[in-house]
């Protein structure tokens, strides 16, 4: 027995049906060159995933649709067969306009459409919103070969495997019992830190409890808050790797699923994939949108360096514009260590004082500010006058505002509305500090690409004199591991307070001000995902609302 596949990882966009399908037909054309008898493609290949409300509409259902019949037309003559995800339009008492598929086709004929059974509500994922689940799963034949056929999910339910399930039906067990040879899984899994592993461990359990090779193709790319990492596996019937696809990339592996020898998966650097991670969600999130270049406000700070070179390596130096905007406090050394960093990186940099304006704004509001004391507000003028700047040269210069807020900022409300969180994507809104710092260091490893004066500064926003981040926040290594247990794994302070050996004060501290900072999060730009539980769609909690800490 024996059939040669191709996992064919592809980046869709969503609606682009033309150019999905290009990317599909190109695919699988090289897939049937080099002797693949079975091309695999990820969930929802056709139309992008996720198509979010795009799926209520009939129109583009009816687009999916049409693509697959061309798929099939077009593919009427390879040799290999095309096993493609998409949705469909809905035929279900349950009301749902859609269902996510999986269609086989071979030689101008659709051999199964399977349906996704197990749809997804939880962090990122709302797919009981839109698809009508299926009722049963059916193995089909190839070539002699049973092939049952998963999407995502419909194999993440797995009893032996997981603690505590989150479905009561397994769809792989309903299949087994149909005595498949191989089983396929079509996946659009998004990365966060750890997952590589996790998705590696649980198909490799699946098959070793069932007997039978497993492939798993996924997406690759970024679409608007979410990153696929792509990492599409084969294993054998042991669990033994045979056959990976690279990361952050697309491409095509070949692999023979009851033959090919075990290999040994490379060793995953999660700072490498965080930072690769946001690389690639940034060039697509501008690509994607149709624009070319971007704007970065470059303060001689960590943050603004790390989204300058994580821009330059996105969407290519001459597309990223740095701009300086001193205040009457920024010190020497961050015009200079702003002019070091577009030097090492090789973007322009421009200087726009903005002490003059400062002092136009303050005069202006002297008649009703009169006997105030000097506080925050002057801070927050700072930093709404730079956000003013800056959304005037995106218009002017067609380019997207990269916001440079980290993790923790964001997380305690350390940010300005209409000021620093003025953009079009947070590309570092889900990375604390410290993580900040470790893919700085990781990125000096070869040449100095963020200035060791920037790295070795104390964090401060430098809108009144020596202000340092310690004036109103703990340090960062002390900050961040509070914020990741009270933000992504829902600890309780008293918890975390014996957990990390810190008082409980300081953390009910931190607490109210995640809490109270909820109405600005909301209003920021879109957060590309990088960890379990980011700031977005996936972490959903009022605004108005008291919180007892």
Same mark, same amino acid.
């Given at each position: 027995?024996?059939v ?37 493609f990820s ?23 049409a693509?697959?019949?061309e ?37 101008g004929?659709?051999l ?9 509500f939880y962090?990122?994922f ?45 769809p792989m ?22 997952k590589r592993?996790?998705?590696r ?44 696809a ?18 040994v998966?490379?060793?995953?650097d ?12 940034t ?11 971007v ?23 001459e ?10 406090y ?18 322009p940099?421009h ?16 008649p ?17 006058? %730079? ?5 005037a040269?995106?218009n002017?210069? !067609? +380019?997207? $505002? *990269?916001?440079?807020?980290? #993790? @923790?900022?964001?997380?305690?409300g350390?940010c ?8 079009a ?28 004066s ?11 004199p ?10 960062y ?28 004060d300081l953390?009910?501290?931190?607490? %109210?001000?995640v ?8 209003? !920021? +730009?879109? $957060? *590309?995902?990088?960890?379990a #539980? @980011? ?7 009022p605004?108005?609302?008291?919180v007892?800490?």
């Amino acid at each position: 027995m024996g059939v040669k596949l191709a996992l064919a990882q592809i980046n869709p966009t969503v609606g682009d049906f033309t150019g999905n399908l290009d990317k599909i037909v190109e695919a699988s054309r090289r897939a049937a060159e080099r002797g693949a008898r079975l091309t695999v493609f990820s969930e929802l290949a056709v139309c992008g995933y996720p198509p979010a409300d795009l799926l209520e509409k009939p129109s583009f259902l009816a687009q999916c649709k049409a693509a697959v019949g061309e798929l099939t037309e077009i593919t009427r003559g390879l040799s290999t067969a095309v096993l493609v995800g998409t949705a469909l339009p809905a035929v279900s008492e349950a009301g749902k306009p859609a269902i996510n598929a999986a269609v086989l086709i071979d030689q101008g004929s659709v051999l199964l459409e399977q349906h996704k059974r197990l749809l997804p509500f939880y962090d990122v994922f709302d797919e009981q919103r839109y698809f009508a689940a299926a009722k049963h799963q059916h193995v089909v034949e190839l070539d002699g070969v049973r092939l049952a056929i998963s999407i995502c999910e419909d194999a993440w339910n797995d009893k032996h495997f997981w603690p505590r399930r989150l479905y009561s039906i397994d769809p792989m067990e309903e299949l087994m019992l149909q005595r498949p040879d191989l089983h396929v899984n079509l996946s659009s899994s998004p990365f966060w830190h750890g997952k590589r592993a996790l998705r590696r461990e649980m198909l490799a359990a699946i098959a070793r409890r069932d007997g039978i090779p497993v492939v798993m193709c996924n997406q690759v790319g970024g679409n608007d808050s979410l990153i696929f990492d792509g990492s599409s596996l084969a294993f054998n019937k042991r669990g033994e790797v045979i056959a990976q696809a690279p990361s952050f990339e697309e491409g095509l592996v070949i692999v023979d699923p009851f033959g090919s020898a075990p290999l040994v998966p490379p060793i995953e650097d999660e700072t490498e994939a965080a930072y690769r991670a946001v690389v690639l969600g940034t060039r697509d999130y501008v690509r994607k949108c149709g624009f070319r270049k971007v704007l970065v406000a470059l303060s001689g700070g960590i943050d603004s360096a790390l989204v300058a070179a994580i821009a330059a390596d996105a969407v290519g130096p001459e597309n990223v514009v740095g701009v300086g905007m001193p205040s009457p406090y920024s010190s020497r050394g961050s015009i200079e260590d702003s002019q070091q960093l577009a030097a090492n990186l090789g973007i322009p940099f421009h200087v726009i004082g903005i002490s003059d304006l400062f002092k136009e704004f303050t005069r202006a509001l002297e008649p009703m500010f009169s006997g105030c004391k000097v506080d925050t507000t002057e801070e927050n003028l700072q930093s709404r006058i %730079r956000g003013v700047l800056l959304m005037a040269l995106s218009n002017k210069f !067609a +380019a997207l $505002v *990269l916001t440079t807020g980290n #993790k @923790s900022e964001m997380a305690v409300g350390y940010c300005t509305l209409y000021g620093d969180m003025v953009g079009a994507l947070a590309v570092i809104g889900d990375l604390v500090k410290t993580r900040v710092y470790a893919i700085c260091n990781w990125l000096n490893r070869v040449r100095e690409v963020i200035p060791h004066s920037i790295l070795q500064k104390p964090p401060s926003a430098e809108l009144r004199p020596d202000q340092k981040d310690t004036d109103s926040l703990p340090p960062y290594d002390v900050l961040d591991p509070i914020l990741e247990a009270y933000v992504e794994r829902y600890e309780t302070p008293e918890h975390i307070a014996e957990k990390y050996g810190v008082a409980l004060d300081l953390v009910r501290q931190v607490v %109210r001000l995640v809490e109270r900072s909820e109405y600005k999060r909301q209003q !920021a +730009a879109p $957060v *590309l995902k990088v960890t379990a #539980k @980011s700031f977005g769609s996936g972490r959903r909690f009022p605004i108005a609302v008291k919180v007892q800490v």
